[in-house]
């Protein structure tokens, strides 16, 4: 996972969806019990889709899985709309959900399936007494443990070791995220490839160009060749590409190449 810069609201967003966060208002008030119904073709749209897979460089905002290889990818809400979960062991879901914040623009974002079908409706929280009710819609008290890579930096809470997600200092918000995405599973998806084994020979991968590239570093200290540059160069833009935030699993390249002293300038 990493940082993400959210997507400009496109034009007239607001004023578009208030309609119909009414609508869900007015049947919450009328039964508080009852399943709400949501307008899919407004978080579903075109427009929401292109503007977040531009902004997250065609990836999951959560296991940077690309997105598009096997399945077009879920726009996903952070807070969950219809009911939530504060512990994954309790079977029965928590209603009403964060239903007014169905359309809300700073609530989306795209996730590759298995992620979203994970996360489901767990939403927990630092302290649940803190979480907002449509009566009192106060998310500044609220602390999610699941990052949102939209406010939270998410190399403070989870770097890689190989090509595993772990936790950095025990943070429980790390430990969390990685719990509820499953973001190291080992569990099959069919005929895919599972994103983890996926990710292992992305590491495996970037692991033997390391060790290349230095082989012919220390060679190149004992011969002037300038094709053996050339290739030693050329090594030196992959890592620079495998760290770019357009690169799938970036984050773990960028655990690998700083934790072996890989420079970024372009000295
Ligand atoms: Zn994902």
Not at 41 to 69: L, P
Not at 70 to 75: F, N, Q
Not at 105 to 119: A, E
Not at 226 to 238: A, D, G, H, K, W
Request: glycine share 4%; proline share 6%.
């Amino acid at each position: 996972m990493i940082s993400i810069a959210r997507p400009s609201k496109p034009d007239g967003w607001d004023a578009k969806v208030t309609e119909a966060v009414k609508v869900l208002f007015a049947a919450h008030r009328a039964d508080r019990s009852a399943s709400l119904h949501f307008r899919e073709s407004i978080y579903r749209s075109k427009e929401v889709r292109d503007a977040y897979i531009e902004a997250q460089n065609r990836k999951c905002a959560y296991c940077e899985h690309y997105i598009g290889d096997d399945h077009p990818g879920d726009v996903e809400h952070f807070r969950p709309k219809a009911g939530y979960k504060q512990d994954e062991s309790n079977h029965s879901l928590i209603s009403p959900g964060y239903f007014w914040l169905a359309y809300s623009w700073d609530n989306l974002l795209l996730s590759c399936w298995r992620c979203n079908n994970h996360k489901a409706n767990w939403f927990p929280l630092v302290d649940p007494k803190k979480r907002a009710k449509p009566t009192q819609r106060n998310l500044s008290q609220e602390q999610p443990l699941l990052i949102d890579p939209t406010s939270v930096q998410p190399e403070l809470h989870i770097r890689f070791r190989e090509h595993v997600a772990t936790p950095v200092n025990g943070s429980r918000h790390g430990s969390t995220t990685i719990e509820i995405l499953d973001l190291n599973r080992t569990k099959r998806d069919g005929k895919n490839k599972n994103p983890v084994d996926r990710r292992k020979e992305s590491y495996l991968r970037l692991q033997n160009d390391w060790t290349n590239w230095r082989k012919l570093q220390l060679l190149s200290t004992r011969r002037s060749d300038p094709e053996l540059q050339e290739v030693i160069r050329s090594y030196q833009n992959q890592f620079r590409q495998a760290i770019h935030p357009s690169a799938e699993y970036s984050a773990m390249a960028r655990d690998f190449l700083a934790s072996v002293g890989f420079s970024n300038d372009r000295s």
